[in-house]
């Protein structure tokens, strides 16, 4: 991962344990339109887009929003205090599996292909889930981390 300038071109939001969510992201989510959401998100990283760590609503979540409101069930949960502890406990596991400068809100990154094989090689071994405790989704990340990622659309660009 390398830490960019905030003036890169193409941006993802992502909080933090979002960077967890789209190593395992094979094509399921809440509704189609999330589905078809996510999937555009993860395409964007796939050509190569940044992703600026935000706290809060992200990209992924944005399309839940209906006249303004936020239309997702999980609304309320992802501003309660122990989602943001999940946000950090996530951006901690990332900064320490890939060696790097503290990620925090703000801080804007890019994904190569080898450190995407590296946070699925420390997920599939649970060294970087914390921050998945309690998750609706892992059992079925579970699945796919045994799996060896079979069926995860997430391929970044070899370099950035």
Not at 101 to 124: D, H, N, Q, W, Y
Request: hydrophobic content about 40%; glycine content about 6%.
């Amino acid at each position: 991962m390398k830490i960019l300038r905030p003036n890169a071109s193409s941006v993802v939001k992502l909080r933090g344990h979002h960077l967890l969510c789209i190593l395992n992201y094979g094509g399921a989510g809440y509704t189609p339109e999330f589905i078809e959401n996510m999937s555009s998100v993860v395409e964007r990283i796939n050509q190569g887009a940044a992703i600026q760590i935000v706290s809060g609503i992200d990209d992924i979540c944005a399309v839940l929003r209906q006249g303004g409101a936020v239309a997702c069930a999980h609304a309320r949960t992802c501003r309660a205090q122990r989602v943001k502890h999940r946000d950090e406990i996530a951006l901690q596991s990332v900064t320490r599996a890939l060696s790097m400068p503290k990620l925090k809100i703000g801080s804007l990154v890019r994904f190569t292909k080898k450190e995407v094989t590296k946070l699925r090689r420390f997920f599939a071994l649970n060294a970087i889930r914390n921050a998945c405790t309690g998750c609706e989704w892992h059992a079925r990340c579970s699945e796919r981390a045994e799996s060896n990622f079979v069926g995860a659309k997430l391929f970044p660009p070899e370099k950035v």
